[in-house]
């Protein structure tokens, strides 16, 4: 008898993980550009990203660019999962376009960049080398502006420790940083099953392969922090419910740059590149030492700068 109502148990779990899967696996969908979509998306655009890719014995890296080469670098590293696509809005810009070349990557993993002969690449230092050679090819007359948001946010923090003479500016958004502040949910875990898999996009799980490495990955990372000398601003949203708001206060004891800055928007949520597009881009037109003058109100914020004047 107890058999029997174990059975039935996971029977019916079993069935609720199918009904979510089947609905999530749609969403995510959603969210991946495939040609057709990437078609209607600049079907009336004048300016559409062109892509390349850079290949050595173990990786091939693909990313997406846009403005003349000639013009300062603005590197976009996504989260998890995402691809180029997760910076459309970006790469869409007409007033970034006449003042950057603007590149968005595809992660190691994702989209058309990987490894050779792995699937998932979970490590932040092999991630970031991974964007290197594009970062050295990007900047061979002038150091880029670097964002990257959620999980990229670390990855384009290394980045910049391997070459801090090729990023002139250091920009980190949502970023889930403070190894202690790691959430595991509970479709994460049913995601590690292969049958589960099964009903997945490919980009789903490799992002959770590197959700569960993402604890111990930042505990390395975490004595490299007070190395980051590279003029910086971290932005967090006070509704993120993906990077715990407190990975604000991690950030501020750890990162011991003069040229630091961190902003919170209590009311915002994880996109921030998204919700905030106009107060990224005056982050970026800042960095540059442009001006982008007066910028449509998008909630309040709060600023700390630990710059000394």
Partial sequence: MNQI?????????????FLFLTTATGCFRGQIMTDKKFAKHYKHLPVKPTFHSIQNDSVTLHYASVGSDTLPTLLLIHGAPGGWYGYMNMLDDTVLQQHFHIIAVDRLGYGKSKRKNQFAVTSIEKQAQGILPLLNEATKSQPAIVVGRSYGAAIAAQLTLLAPEKVKYLCMVAPPIDPEKEKIFWFARAARYRVVQWFLPHSFVVATAEKFAHASELRELEPKWQQLNTPLTVLQGGKDWIADPLNLTFAKKHIKC????????????????????????KVVFEAAGLSLGEIASQGEYLLEESEVK
């Fill in 5 to 17: 109502v174990f059975i039935q148990t996971y029977l019916v779990k079993y069935v609720v993980l």
């Fill in 258 to 281: 003069k040229k630091a800055r961190f902003m919170f928007l209590p009311l915002a949520g994880h996109f921030i590149t998204q919700t905030h597009a106009e107060l990224i881009k």
